[in-house]
């Protein structure tokens, strides 16, 4: 019988759930997906997880809690850096190390080390040893990954263009909280609903978001460390140059260490743009739809009278209000 591997549906499954899905199914195990985040999962995660550690790390323990007990394995991979020379969160890095610390009785962790700022023979290592966790040898083994990578590139949906006419927000955050519903409070589609044109940063390819966070450090800036926090800099910086967006909704996680250091460097070059509305909002499980629903609206009429004729008197960070 195949075996059956639990794959949690939460923090970067939401960047590379196809191809872990593939990778599974090309490998001849039966992956098992735990179901949206809800008020259950969410609950267990934090019964599960330190208190210290970010809202979406949380909710992932939830999934981990939802799966344990119903297959044979769990894919946890250990994602260190998905490009040379830059790095994702240690929270990630040591994601399975916390899992079978803190979860008693969960399946047999598969926990693939991503780390592509190894070098070549590394990866080959780490190929070999999936293959052998999934009972196949490292060259199915290398030939489902790269089977599976093709899969999801044919598989990419194309953003929507934003209606024309509409107010464009831009929209800052991991996916892992943007894609969840469940923990971004459904923001996305909030403010579609009062009706502005959201542009996620995911909306544009990693090479075109460091492209414009290059740019930024060719203008004298220091490169950032982290993958995702290049990503947002990047966007941000894009938005704030070319003046695509109106305004910009930066969504971070309470607790979260990189993302307190990104915030303030998307907040210091948005008052060098003095006229871009920056909202950040810091989530956690206490925050709630009324209160991010006020924000929102506040935040879209501000952004819609600067658009109009009391632009002068409406104030953004950095830009002093006319008061003739
Ligand atoms: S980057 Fe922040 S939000 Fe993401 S896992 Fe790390 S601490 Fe959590």
């Known amino acids: 019988m195949n ?8 923090l970067l499954f939401h960047e590379y759930g196809p191809i872990m899905l593939e990778l599974l199914r090309q490998c001849g195990a039966r992956p098992v997906l ?5 008020r259950e999962i969410l609950q267990a995660g934090l019964e599960l997880c330190v208190d210290e550690a970010c809202l979406p790390v949380k909710v992932f323990f939830g999934h981990v809690a939802y799966l344990s007990g119903k297959v044979d394995a769990l894919l946890v991979p250990r994602f260190v850096s998905v490009e040379p020379r830059a790095y994702i969160c240690p929270k990630l890095m040591g994601l399975p190390d916390m899992i ?3 979860v008693c009785g969960a399946p047999r962790l598969v926990d693939p080390c991503i780390d592509m700022s190894s070098g070549l023979s590394r990866i080959a290592s780490q190929v070999a040893a999936l293959g052998q966790a999934l009972g196949v040898g490292r060259g199915r083994a290398a030939i489902a990954l790269v089977k599976s990578i093709d899969a999801a590139k044919r598989g990419s949906p194309e953003p929507e263009p934003a209606p024309s006419g509409a107010i464009r927000i831009g929209i800052l955050g991991h996916n892992y909280a943007l894609r969840d519903p469940y923990i971004s409070l459904d923001l996305v589609d909030k403010i579609r609903r009062l009706g502005a044109a959201p542009i996620q940063a ?3 390819s990693h090479r ?15 490169r950032l460390f982290w993958t995702y926090g290049r990503r947002l800099v990047g966007a941000a910086y894009r938005w704030l140059e070319t003046g695509e967006v109106d305004g910009i909704v930066h969504l971070a996680s309470f607790g979260c260490g990189p993302e307190s250091f990104v915030a303030e460097v998307i907040q210091h070059e948005a008052s060098k743009h003095g006229d871009m509305p920056l909202l950040c909002i810091d989530i956690d499980e206490h925050s709630a739809e009324a209160g991010l629903t006020t924000r929102l609206e506040a935040f879209i009429d501000t952004v819609a009278m600067r658009s109009g004729e009391y632009a002068r008197y409406v104030p953004t960070s950095g830009q002093p209000v006319d008061t003739r």
């Open 3 to 10: 075996l059956a591997v639990g794959v949690p549906r939460g």
């Open 34 to 38: 735990s179901p949206v985040t809800n």
């Open 100 to 102: 079978r610390a803190r």
């Open 202 to 204: 995911c909306d544009y």
């Open 208 to 222: 075109e978001t460091a492209g414009w966070e290059r740019e930024r450090a060719r203008r004298g800036a220091k």
